[in-house]
């Protein structure tokens, strides 16, 4: 995507052979990359280089962003390069920092621990930086300022700790402040609408129209898909006017209102689990459940609210015909001839697990999660679902792509959405 004039860009490379061979998931790229969003800064590229000079050094040559952020390679063992491969990028060398040696025989003192040679080391820092105080761990973090031409303000190279709570402290706390102060950001308004019922690339077509006016307004859109939802996040920079920014997004945003209603849930970080809580409580209604395929994930969701208490009463798991017919009260003769899979079926155990725990709504789902067990006439991913309410019973039948997880996960949000559909016929 082209440069807009006026925004800070950014590239993140993130250093270390354990990234590269999976033994440690990159968590540290995905906080960066929103922190820097959060504060107008647009990340446009990451990478992620093995503990080896050569290959850290062609990262950062490639690098032509306003700034860079690094993590880490720093530390006081053979393989922390990070900070010999900096000397050799700016040209500088090693210096003992009496500041920072003293820091760190401070921290070792509250510690009770000995302060060998090799930890001393980490005061030896490039006499070109700046250094930031690390204060949850010993590596310290370096500044670096390149100068650019025709009057632009300095390419910042900035390297951090790879532990997380350390880079994320130290990033919070001086790195985000100091990038704003040299770059001075525009600001980002950023709307993020949630919504459920249609996958990735079926709602990108709805969707594809208005879509396409969006450039036009200088708008981005991203989509940003997990089982079950997809995130519509919309956001543009304000070099001046953050209020005439605001007023475009909003909208736009109006605009998607009107015209996916039936998808929308709810904004930015709401979950499915939390509207429909919101819904039931304001009616003063309660819900139980019957999990047969999902064995107990939509009750995990339900209680992962706080206050569901109000308005779960709880659940089933009838993971055995012989529970079906025993807990939920579903004919024998109905299991035999339908099958567990089937809209008969489920209907029965959604109105069972309402009788049974005495509420005013109960959900049930029956399916096969895979990845064996299904047949020709119902194959793996086939999930029946039912809600039984006040106004009587509604089921729907979903086939779900995926593996066992997937299924799982897809299908107790899919119960969710036609909960809080339910939920807001009977409300009017």
């Keep these: 995507m082209p440069r807009e004039a006026g925004e800070v860009t950014a590239t993140i490379i993130c250093i270390g052979d354990e990234l590269l061979i999976g033994q440690t998931v990159n968590t540290n790229a995905s906080w960066i990359g929103e922190q820097l969003s959060l504060h107008g800064i647009r990340p446009v590229e990451v990478r992620t280089v093995g ?9 950062l040559a490639g690098a032509a962003t306003d700034v860079v952020l690094i993590t880490g390679g720093l530390g006081p063992t053979k393989d922390d390069i990070t900070t010999h491969v ?97 770059h001075l950001p525009p600001t980002i308004v950023h709307r993020t609408l949630v919504t459920t019922g249609l996958a990735e690339s079926h ?84 819900l139980a459940l019957a999990e047969s395929c999902t064995g107990g994930y939509l009750s995990h969701l339900i209680t992962g609210v706080p206050g569901s208490s109000a308005y779960y009463r709880g659940g089933v798991v009838p993971y055995t015909n012989a529970v079906k017919a025993t807990v939920l009260g579903v004919p024998e003769a109905m299991l035999a001839r339908d099958g567990a899979v089937s809209r008969p079926v489920v209907e029965r155990m ?45 089921s729907t039948m979903v086939r779900f792509p995926g593996g066992r997880d997937l299924v799982i996960k897809r299908s107790a949000m899919a119960a969710l959405n036609l909960l809080r559909k339910r939920l807001l016929e009977a409300r009017g």
């Design 350 to 394: 959604a109105e069972g697990a309402r009788q049974t725990l005495r509420t005013d709504w109960g959900v049930a789902l029956s399916g096969v999660a895979g990845p064996d067990g299904g047949t020709p006439e119902t194959p793996v991913g086939t999930v029946w679902m039912a809600v039984a309410g006040p106004a009587g019973v509604r």
């Design 51 to 59: 503990d080896d000079q050569a290959h850290i050094l062609q990262a």
């Design 203 to 286: 709602l990108a077509e709805r969707i594809a129209g208005w879509e396409a006016g969006l450039a036009a307004s200088g708008i981005r859109l991203a989509y940003l898909p997990s089982p079950g939802m997809v995130r519509l996040r919309l956001s543009t920079y304000a070099a001046r006017e953050a209020a005439e920014a605001t007023a475009r997004v909003e909208r736009k945003v109006a605009e998607l209102r009107t015209l996916i209603p039936d998808l929308i849930f709810g904004e930015g970080t709401d979950r499915l689990e939390e509207v429909v809580g919101v819904l039931l409580r304001k009616a003063g209604q309660t």
């Design 86 to 182: 900096l000397c050799t990028f700016f040209g500088t060398r090693r210096v003992r920092r009496p500041e920072v040696e003293a820091r760190i025989e401070a921290m070792f003192q509250r510690l009770g621990r000995p302060l060998s040679d090799l930890d001393r080391t980490q005061a030896d820092l490039p006499e070109a930086c700046t250094v930031i105080p690390n204060l949850k761990g010993t590596a310290s973090g370096m500044w670096f300022e390149r100068p650019r031409e025709g009057g632009a303000a300095p390419r910042v190279y900035v390297s951090m700790p790879g532990v997380p709570y350390e880079m994320e402290a130290m990033m919070t706390a001086e790195v985000l402040p100091r990038l704003c102060d040299v």
